[in-house]
């Protein structure tokens, strides 16, 4: 028996190692064949002037950012290595969960389930905020897992660490401890921790590490927390957002993997059906049913939170649930070896078949149309061309540089938007130091009269000439248009953009 599991535990590892590196060679082939992505180039420019707080969001992505250039460069592939690195770490600590709660089997299907949402595979790709703090959450939900099961005071308290590092990654992290409180509040078997100190301590060490945001925060005006607020919480018309929040699911899951979400949910909260116990309950204080309702709510939290917030929300993002797939996917994972027990060979595949086929199809053709686009997309829907052509846009810029400011010692580059801005000043050799019009207030490494009596090359896309110039003009004493370009991608243009000289601040 014993060898028997020691051979499954190598198949699994040998399955888990294929997967892993068929994702990063994938991806790695793919986005060689792209710019990356001007978000990514903004939270670069962040990582160039590093601050305890940014407009948005806290400062991890920018201190992540600085380790991987400062160790290979301002190079594409520096992104990338953070990127993949960030979805290596989720699949690994994704694995180590499931394995940790339902063995080998829901292990490596909890893997090929994230591989199957394009939310996971497609979005791996692009470093986000979400993918840095999707690691700190899996690894405190494994640790605060690891404290309840066995007990032990120290992997409380090193939840807490992670918990802290998580929050420096996107706010959102806040919510986890709060569906950690839930679950103390309704399971019968840890509700005792509530009268014990460690969870509050482990709270507070990470507030603590936390606190040099809520500092800077307190030192801009709240910048920051106010605007995460009025963003996700405040604005919108009731239920405005709700329909596109939930439809948007069935993108970035899949069309399958959605439905089948919310039926894991069903299924962890009716707390049945899943088969016998996995852990003594005379040797130990976790079991199956505490693991199930532990899943479920770390799950459902988060996302009938934001599926609230959406009501109310201006604005809603489609990765705002990723928080509650990613565990999520471990429960599902669960739901499934459950419902392939005692099912022949041929079931199997027809219910696989329809659950991972629909989202790896989405993902494929998405990855296939970032690099051989296929001609029926139309161009103002083509998310693919946001990363596209801002390599040679920066040359070009570089190549006006020298031309028209071949002696400013300092050189600035100006544009409406702060993704045109911030992708110019890494595509641009020189790396200009970037300012955007629209929400100025995001430059906190500029202030525009910094630019004094020098001089900065303004760019903007052709259809934005004239209201850049118009604010330009409200700036610069002096504007004058000096290149415009066309980027092609097969034999269309896909952006026009103009270049302007705007000379002494007035």
Known sequence: MEKLQEVEKKKTLT???????????????????????????DHWVWSQHLSWGYFEHPPMIAFVIRLFTDIFGDKWYAIELCSQSMSLLTIIFLFILSKELFGNEAALLSVIIAESMPMFFIGSTILTIDNIMIVFWIITTYLFLKGLKEDKKVFLLLSGVTFGLGLMSKYTMILLPASMFLYLVISPRHRVLLKRKEPYLSFLIGLIIFSPVI??????????????????????????????FIGSQFVIL?????????????????????GVKIFNLQSSIFNLQSAILYLTVLASF?????????????????SWSDVALIVGII?????????????????????????????????GFLAVHSVKPFPFIPKNVDKSLEMFGWDEIGAK???????????????????????????????????????????????????????????????????????CVEKAGKLFKDIKEVERMDVKRRGEVVKSVKMYVCREIK
């Not at 988060?302 to 489609?318: C, G, L, N």
């Open 15 to 41: 399955y888990l190692i294929l997967i892993i590196l068929f994702h990063l060679s994938f991806w790695f082939t793919i986005s060689s064949n792209l710019t990356i992505h001007p978000d990514e180039a």
């Open 215 to 244: 500092i800077w925060n307190a030192q801009n005006d709240w910048l920051s927390f106010k605007y995460q607020f009025t963003k996700g919480l405040t604005g919108g018309e009731k239920g405005g957002q709700f329909f596109f």
């Open 254 to 274: 899949g069309p399958t993997m959605f439905p089948f979400f919310l039926y894991s949910l069903y299924k962890g909260f009716r707390g049945s059906g899943f």
């Open 302 to 318: 988060p996302f009938f939170f934001f599926a609230f917030a959406s009501f109310r929300s201006k604005y809603t993002d489609v």
């Open 331 to 363: 429960l599902m994972s669960k739901v499934l070896t459950n419902i392939y027990r005692g099912m022949d060979i041929r079931r199997k595949i027809i219910i696989s078949s329809a659950l991972f086929i629909p989202g790896f199809l989405l993902s």
């Open 397 to 467: 810029a570089e190549e006006a540089f020298n031309k028209y400011l071949p002696d400013e010692k300092r050189r600035y580059i100006i544009s409406k938007e702060y993704q045109m801005a911030g992708s110019l000043s890494f595509y641009t050799p020189s790396h200009p130091i970037p300012y955007s019009f629209n929400k100025s207030m995001r430059n906190i490494w500029l202030r525009v009269e910094d630019i004094g009596k020098g001089a900065a090359l303004m760019v903007c896309a052709e259809n934005d000439g004239n209201e």
